[in-house]
């Protein structure tokens, strides 16, 4: 939320997306001098005793907000965002026996992470998908499961289509010792995991925890260096930023881990997991509840098990031309960023952790008030 000259402007963009404004207020504050070193984050060296403390402190942070165990993880601030962690994982993971992932596909962004992995090996679907129709998650009795898998990928919540697993991971089907593989990037930080049931988990920080430029990528200690293919990129390679100095191989995106780090630690002050996750229930569920209440003019498409709680679609009347409408006029009433994403066309409110309540009651306010205007 931002206060301009004349009115609060709430920012429902799915990436990069809205922070906190004590965070950003306080990135402002250290721009020019980063506390009395003489310098600004942007100016430092990735190998100055200042950044050092400032990485070390995020991970920190993370570990301690994420209740991440103390050993068996690394965590990385890898570049590329999530993107190329999926050309990363099958290099890291299919230099042994096993040759092919194996990916659950549930929207566009688990769509992209296979299409990459086939640029190198022979990936197979646990759900085939035809058609792009990616409003739900098929009956776990349909999802056909290879043993012979080096891993089991999938995607936690799909930014683009609103498809979110509920509070857990069905674990119980992922075969025995094959590494689960989970990209988390648009609800990571607003519930709790169960690392003991993954292998890597990886997600890009511009949803919920920092300005796009990072991806926040914890792989198991047992998953580095053991099955990497010998082809693999120098910065693919998980093995060399684990033995690099600082586990920085090359020169990282030193402001963005910066801003990550201020707002990991604001999450674990305003009351980390238990008040983030009470918090985006109480807003998805003031918004789907509208929406539902008025599904003769509101409408949001995906399975009522698998709506998410961070990115909900919908749509005004199916009508592109009422939807212009809409969105041109609630971005006149400082709601910014409504459109839906270019592939799927209609509306999308992402809704964050650093979304206030306020700025949901001001867009169902909206919704109500134009609604009654354009019966």
Same mark, same amino acid.
């Given at each position: 939320?931002? /206060?301009s @000259?004349? $009115?609060?402007i709430f920012?429902? =963009? ?5 922070? *906190?404004?004590?965070?950003? !207020?306080q ?13 600004s984050?942007?100016?430092m060296?990735?190998r ?7 990485a ?7 570990r301690?907000?994420?209740?991440l ?28 026996e ?6 659950l ?5 688990? /769509?992209s @992470?296979? $299409?990459?992995?086939?640029?190198? =090996?022979s990936p197979?679907?646990?759900? *085939?998908?035809?058609?792009? !129709? ?9 999802w ?23 509070q857990e991971?069905?674990?119980?089907l992922?075969?025995e ?10 609800n990571f930080?607003?519930?709790p995991?169960?690392?003991d ?9 511009q ?11 914890v ?7 053991t099955h ?14 684990r ?13 963005p881990?910066y801003?990550a780090?201020l707002?990991?630690?604001y ?10 996750e009470a ?24 399975d ?15 009508d ?11 971005q ?9 994403h ?21 867009l169902v ?9 354009n019966?």
């Open positions: 939320m931002v /206060e @000259a004349t $009115k609060k920012n429902f =963009s799915a990436g990069p997306c809205v922070l *906190p404004q004590e965070v950003l !207020k990135a402002q504050a250290e721009m020019l001098d980063w506390r009395g070193s003489g310098v984050v942007m100016e060296s990735h100055s005793k200042e950044f050092i403390e400032i070390e402190t995020a991970e920190r942070d993370f301690e907000l994420m209740d165990p103390k050993t068996g993880y690394q965590v990385f601030f890898f570049q590329g965002g999530a993107s190329m962690q999926f050309s990363a994982i099958p290099y890291n993971l299919l230099g042994g096993k040759k092919f992932g194996q990916y596909t549930t929207g566009a962004w688990s /769509e @992470a296979i $299409k990459e992995a086939k640029k190198i =090996s197979v679907e646990i759900w *085939p998908t035809s058609g792009g !129709k990616f409003n739900t998650v098929a009956p776990s009795a349909d056909q499961i290879s043993k012979e898998a080096a891993y089991f990928h999938y995607c936690d919540n799909e930014t683009i289509h609103g498809v979110e697993f509920p991971f069905p674990f119980d992922v075969p010792g094959q590494p689960l593989i989970c990209d988390m990037s648009s930080c607003s519930r995991v169960s690392w049931k993954y292998g890597v988990v990886y997600a890009g920080a949803k919920n925890v920092g300005p796009a430029g990072v991806c926040i990528s792989i198991r200690d047992d998953l580095i260096g990497m293919r010998k082809d693999t990129p120098l910065l693919f390679d998980w093995k060399q930023f033995d690099a100095p600082t586990k920085m191989h090359n020169t990282p995106a030193c402001y881990i801003v780090g707002n990991l630690a999450m674990k002050r305003i009351g980390g997991l238990p008040h983030l918090e985006a229930k109480r807003k998805s569920s003031l918004l789907y509840d509208f929406i539902d209440a008025s599904s003769e003019y509101y409408s949001n498409p995906v009522v098990k698998y709506r998410s709680r961070m990115n909900i679609p919908f749509r005004v009347k199916k592109d031309k009422l939807e212009a409408k809409f969105l041109k006029e609630a006149e009433h400082g709601l910014i960023e409504l459109k839906g270019r592939s799927v066309g209609g509306c999308r409110a992402s809704i964050y952790n650093a979304m206030p309540y306020e700025g949901v009651e001001a306010n909206f919704m109500k008030k134009f609604r009654d205007e019966q």
